[in-house]
């Protein structure tokens, strides 16, 4: 049924924790002072304090679902720190780390839901060089996500997005929006033609299965391109998830023009999702008006297979900067399953870069 594949948190399950999150806030002003120490006490190493604040008041409400007035946190950025740095080792190759957790600015605590982990937005080190391109080891976002944000109005916007919210929606797609115990390497750019691997381990899998992932991209002036695809076992006990897309994009000046279309189909995995073929496709531009951008965007995910329907997702925005740093932004969704009513939410937030 559509409304209980649907239903639940936007944000990705399948993630384990050990650790309450009053305990994650307490450990970051720890963290933060020895990563900063470790940086002053080398002249060839940086390390820099980084994320974004997101938080929104609205009345929001899903299709088939209640209407709820709430302050919420990560309407156009799920909130963000971060805590990155490198090494210069000479002859081309850097030592590269970074840590980053999500939080919920409306509450204070870590992470996009009760029991998220501390680091799960990424936390991995690696080599990095120009000429050879960069390795990095640990939880690593995947080139779908990446794809995905580029190529629609609303970036990785779980809020307001249409195209993140067909496609990274519980019941939807598998296997979250960065990979755990993963191995990645990105290629250097030749002109503007890059491309990135990405292979989870067995890792922590409880059945000892593996995902796969990789992605292709060219930008050339206003033109940009890129296709991406993953293949997802862990988490099933048989079967598999296979993913591709495709979007592109075109800034006319007046206006940019983006597209994109998505093809999720899984096997007999015995999950909800089992034997179903998602299609999504999205369309959406951004024009700069004033200071800010006008952002307008639709996506259509029709299922078939195991289960029959369709879900529509349009929002109309204005994106408001008062500065590099800061921007505050006023959105209008609608969202539409086949089977039911429709949900149609309001929402007025500030973002905040530091």
């Not at 933060?32 to 940086?46: E, P």
Request: aromatic share 10%; proline share 3%.
């Amino acid at each position: 049924m559509p409304c209980a594949r649907l239903s639940g948190s936007l944000c990705p399950l399948r993630l384990e924790d050990t650790m309450t999150p009053l305990s994650h806030l307490r450990l970051l002003p720890c963290i933060t002072v020895a990563f900063l120490a470790a940086g002053t006490a080398h002249a060839q190493s940086s390390v820099r304090l980084y994320g974004i604040i997101d938080v929104y008041v609205g009345s929001m409400k899903t299709s088939g679902g209640e209407r709820m007035s709430q302050v919420n946190s990560g309407g156009m950025t799920t909130s963000y720190f971060g805590i990155a740095g490198q090494e210069d080792l000479g002859q081309d190759l850097k030592a590269i780390f970074a840590l980053e957790g999500y939080l919920r600015a409306n509450t204070g605590e870590s992470g996009r839901y009760p029991g998220d982990t501390m680091f799960s937005r990424a936390a991995y080190a690696g080599l990095a060089s120009e000429r050879l391109g960069t390795v990095r080891l640990g939880r690593i976002g995947t080139p779908l996500f990446t794809n995905t944000l580029l190529f629609n109005p609303l970036g990785g916007s779980f809020g307001f997005s249409p195209a993140i919210r067909n496609i990274f929606s519980p019941g939807t797609l598998s296997g979250d929006s960065a990979w755990n115990s993963a191995v990645a390497y990105s290629t250097p750019k030749f002109g503007g033609l890059s491309g990135e691997l990405i292979y989870g381990t067995k890792g922590t899998d409880a059945n000892g299965r593996t995902n796969v992932g990789g992605g292709l991209s060219y930008r050339e002036g206003a033109f940009s391109i890129g296709v991406a695809a993953q293949q997802v076992k862990s988490g099933f006990a048989t079967g598999e998830e296979n993913t591709w897309q495709i979007g592109t994009a075109y800034d006319f000046g007046v206006a940019k023009v983006f597209l994109s279309y998505t093809s999720i189909r899984e096997g007999d995995t015995g999950s909800l999702n089992a034997d179903t073929h998602d299609k999504i496709g999205q369309v959406g531009l951004s024009a700069p008006v004033g200071p800010g951008s006008v952002l307008v965007s639709y996506s259509r995910d029709r299922v078939t297979g195991a289960q029959d329907y369709w879900r529509d997702v349009a929002t109309v925005g204005y994106d408001y900067r008062l500065s590099k740093r800061t921007d505050l932004y006023a959105m209008v969704m609608r969202d539409k399953i086949s089977d039911e009513s429709q949900g149609m939410s309001y929402a007025l937030g500030m973002r905040h870069a530091f």
